[in-house]
C-alpha cells in the first residue's frame, strides 16, 4: 500500500490510495472461509461446499468491502500521521479514480480531493466587549420571596372568589351592542386578579362563583402584555385591543403563601442550614445572581464570538467545502439552495468551527465527561438529599452512580453539555480577554441580549 498527497494550491489537496492485493488477500481469505464453514449449499453437507464454488458465490463482494474498509482506515490513518488538519472530509474524486473491476483488478487507486483548515490569528486585539452584570433591586429579591412562598404554599378552590385568587372561564369579545363579536377573540384562558389594573374591575370580580359573568373593558383592566397572555393574541393586535369582553366563570382557585420559616427553609434550600429570614433572603440572592450571572455569560460569549467571526480574514476553499455540504446533505440540499445560504448560513458555521478548533487548541472547552458527572451531581444535590441513616460515604457513592447513569444515558444532556460549553468558552475569553465588568438593568439586558 503507498498514500501520496499532492498539493493543488494553498489548501486545496489530491491524496492517492494505492492498494496491493497483498494488502486485502488474506482477510479475503480469512472471510471466505468463515463462508464456507456456514454456507449451506444444495448438494452440499453444511460447511462442506467447495472453496471454489463459494469463492465464485462470494469472492467478489467481500474482495470489494475489504479493499474499501482497508482503503477507509489507511486514509484516515495517513491524515492522522502526517497531522493534516483538513476542514470537512475527503471527497473522492471519481473522475481521476475512473471505472472500479473487482472481477478482473487486483491492485486498485483512489483518487480523493480534501482541503486543508487555513493558518488563523484569532483578533484578540479587535474585541471590546464588555462583561455584563445585572443589577438586582431589592424589590427584585422580595418578588422573588413572594414567589418561593407562593410556589409552596396552600393550594384550594373555594366557591367564591377572593381579592388575590385565579380566575378561570371563558372570555369573549363583545361589539358596540354588548353582544358576541363575530370573528372576534373567544377563548378559555386564566388570569390572576392581581394583575388587573382598575381597582373597581377587580373588586367586581370578588364575591363572584362559577358561572357568573362580569364584562369589563380589557385595555381598562389589563397591560398591553396581560392581554396577549390571556387573549391568546399576539403583541401587536394586544397594544390595539380596546374592546370590551365578556368573562363567563368557570372556577376559581386560590394560593395560601406559605410562612416563612424553617420548613421553607429546607424545601427550597435542602441541605443549606438555613435558621433565619436573613440567611434565606442572602440565599436567594445568590441564586438570582447565579442564574443572572449565566445569562450574561451566555451573551458574552455570544458577543466575542461575533466580534471574532466579524474579523476572521482566512481564505476558505470554498469550491470544496460547497462540494462537501452536498454530499452530507439531504434530498432538499442542492448546490443552489447551499449557494443561496452561503453568507448567512453556512460560511459563518465553517469559520466557528476553525475559531473553535483554534480555541481548543489555547485551552479545551469541550466539555469532559467527568464535568458532565459532576455538573449533574450538583444538580442533584439540590432534589436528592441524603436518607435517613445514610452517612456522608453511601450518600456519596449513591449520588456518584446515579449521576454516571444519567450522564452515560445521554438523554437530555444536550443543554446541559451547551452550558458546561459556555462556561468554559466564557472562562478561556475572560482569561484572553480581561473585560471591563459594566452594571446594567434587567431592561438593559433584555434589550442587548435581543440585538
Not at 455540504?325 to 465553517?350: C, F, H, M, N
Not at 459532576?374 to 445514610?390: A, H, Q
Request: aromatic fraction near 8%; charged fraction near 30%; hydrophobic fraction near 35%.
Amino acid at each position: 500500500m503507498n498514500i501520496t498527497k499532492e498539493n493543488l494550491g494553498d489548501l486545496d489537496l489530491s491524496i492517492k490510495v494505492e492498494i496491493e492485493e497483498n494488502d486485502y488477500a488474506e482477510n479475503v481469505k480469512k472471510t471466505l472461509k468463515k463462508y464456507q464453514q456456514k454456507a449451506n449449499v444444495p448438494g452440499f453437507r453444511p460447511g462442506k461446499a467447495p472453496m471454489a464454488m463459494i469463492q465464485r458465490m462470494y469472492k467478489t463482494s467481500v474482495m470489494a468491502d475489504e479493499v474499501q474498509n482497508i482503503m477507509s482506515e489507511a486514509l484516515y490513518k495517513y491524515i492522522d500521521d502526517e497531522k493534516l488538519e483538513i476542514l470537512g472530509s475527503p471527497l473522492s474524486n471519481e473522475e481521476k479514480t475512473g471505472a472500479i473491476d473487482f472481477d478482473n483488478q487486483t491492485s486498485f487507486t483512489f483518487f480523493f480531493d480534501a482541503a486543508l483548515a487555513p493558518k488563523v490569528e484569532l483578533a484578540w486585539n479587535k474585541v471590546d466587549v464588555k462583561l455584563a452584570q445585572i443589577k438586582v433591586p431589592a424589590k427584585d429579591v422580595e418578588s422573588q420571596i413572594d414567589h418561593i412562598t407562593r410556589q409552596y404554599g396552600k393550594f384550594e378552590t373555594p366557591e367564591t372568589i377572593g381579592e388575590n385568587d385565579y380566575v378561570y372561564g371563558k372570555i369573549v369579545e363583545l361589539d358596540k351592542n354588548g353582544e358576541p363579536k363575530e370573528g372576534g377573540v373567544s377563548t378559555f384562558s386564566s388570569f390572576e386578579l392581581s394583575t388587573i389594573k382598575d381597582e373597581a374591575i377587580r373588586a367586581s370580580f370578588v364575591g363572584k362563583k362559577n358561572e357568573d359573568k362580569v364584562v369589563l373593558n380589557a385595555a381598562k383592566a389589563f397591560s398591553a402584555e396581560t392581554i396577549e397572555n390571556t387573549l391568546h393574541i399576539d403583541a401587536a393586535a394586544a397594544k390595539k385591543f380596546k374592546s370590551d369582553v365578556e368573562v363567563s366563570i368557570s372556577g376559581c382557585s386560590r394560593i395560601t403563601p406559605h410562612e416563612i420559616n424553617e420548613e421553607l427553609f429546607a424545601q427550597v434550600f435542602p441541605g443549606a442550614d438555613i435558621k433565619d429570614a436573613a440567611a434565606f433572603k442572602k440565599k436567594v440572592t445568590e441564586e438570582i445572581n447565579k442564574a443572572n450571572d449565566e445569562q450574561c455569560e451566555i451573551l458574552y460569549v455570544n458577543q466575542v464570538r461575533k466580534a471574532l467571526l466579524d474579523n476572521f480574514s482566512a481564505q476558505l476553499p470554498e469550491a470544496f467545502l460547497k462540494r462537501w455540504i452536498l454530499s452530507r446533505g439531504g434530498k432538499d440540499v442542492t448546490a443552489q439552495s447551499i449557494e443561496d445560504d452561503w453568507a448567512e448560513k453556512y460560511l459563518p458555521s465553517l469559520k466557528w468551527e476553525i475559531i473553535d478548533t483554534e480555541l481548543n487548541k489555547i485551552q479545551s472547552i469541550e466539555p469532559t465527561h467527568i464535568e458532565i458527572v459532576d455538573e449533574v451531581k450538583n444538580i442533584l444535590r439540590s432534589s436528592m438529599p441524603m436518607n435517613e441513616g445514610e452517612d456522608e460515604k453511601a450518600y456519596s457513592e449513591r449520588l456518584e452512580q446515579t449521576a454516571q447513569t444519567i450522564a452515560k444515558d445521554g438523554k437530555n444532556m444536550g443543554q446541559l453539555v451547551d452550558k458546561l460549553y459556555v462556561r468554559k468558552t466564557a472562562k478561556l475569553f475572560r482569561e484572553k480577554l480581561n473585560p471591563e465588568v459594566e452594571k446594567i438593568s434587567a431592561k438593559e439586558f433584555a434589550e442587548r441580549a435581543k440585538a
